[in-house]
């Protein structure tokens, strides 16, 4: 199965900045899929990525909170802009090869 | 929308006893489900992957079943240890959804020695 690289695996930012989050995948994947976790709350989706094309986000989540880049098959980043204490979450980005969904460690985010 | 149930939400046991997890989805046109363990601080572990057109899926003392026109998935333990405690999350991904994956609420396991 695929192996996911990311980071950072956790950070402490403060309100009104951002922060890149960083996923490499050990082999070429056509979609990657970038989810958050809030506090004691299961996994949403936010977006899928595609090389090559614009992210699709999901119902509440929009590019300018959440850019997405996808630069080739094996590498995307996710960045949490203008943050608030509400976006402190467990941010996960995943892909899905047809043998199965691979996830990576998360990274955990708090905002002060 | 798919939304996805788990029960019981939180399950304590003494080691060794066999246990059932549940999962249940309201859109049956599932392409796949799958079942994942959650560690604090860690990502998701894929358990076990049951496509649309299998009715279960073995893997040492985890078993998965798939009931599509019910709406129903199981995770049988056997025999548990302390080393299965961890959040237990079931997800499925919908015909024609592009492998996006809804999640269910997860049943968080604790094995007592």
């Known amino acids: 199965s695929a192996v996911i690289s990311q980071k950072p695996s956790r950070d402490i930012c403060q309100r009104g900045t951002s922060l890149t989050i960083q996923c490499q995948v050990d082999?070429?994947?056509?979609?990657m899929f970038w989810y958050r976790q809030q506090p004691g709350q299961s996994l949403t989706l936010i977006a899928t990525?595609?090389?090559?094309?614009?992210?699709?986000?999901e119902s509440g989540f929009v590019i300018d909170k959440f850019p997405i880049s996808r630069p080739n098959l094996t590498f995307s980043t996710l960045t949490v802009s203008n943050m608030s204490p509400e976006d402190s979450s467990i941010y996960l980005c995943?892909?899905?090869?047809?043998?199965?969904?691979?996830f990576g460690s998360g990274t955990r985010l708090t905002v002060v | 929308k798919q939304e996805v149930t788990q029960i019981p939400a939180a399950l304590s046991v003494p080691e060794g006893e066999n246990l059932v997890l549940n999962c249940s989805f309201t859109?049956?046109?599932?392409?796949?489900l799958q079942w994942f363990r959650q560690d604090p601080g860690k990502g998701l572990t894929s358990l076990l992957l049951?496509?649309?057109?299998?009715r279960e899926q073995t893997s040492g003392r985890l078993n998965a079943s798939l009931d599509k026109s019910s709406g129903r998935s199981t995770l049988y333990i056997a025999a548990s240890q302390p080393g299965d405690s961890a959040t237990y999350l079931c997800?499925?991904?919908?015909?024609?959804?592009?492998?996006?994956?809804?999640f269910g609420t997860g049943t968080q396991l604790k094995v007592e020695l």
């Open positions: 990525a595609n090389q090559g094309s614009e992210a699709t986000y």
């Open positions: 859109d049956s046109a599932i392409y796949n």
């Open positions: 082999s070429q994947v056509t979609m």
């Open positions: 049951i496509q649309s057109s299998q």
């Open positions: 997800a499925v991904s919908l015909t024609g959804g592009g492998n996006k994956l809804t």
């Open positions: 995943s892909v899905a090869p047809f043998y199965g969904y691979t």
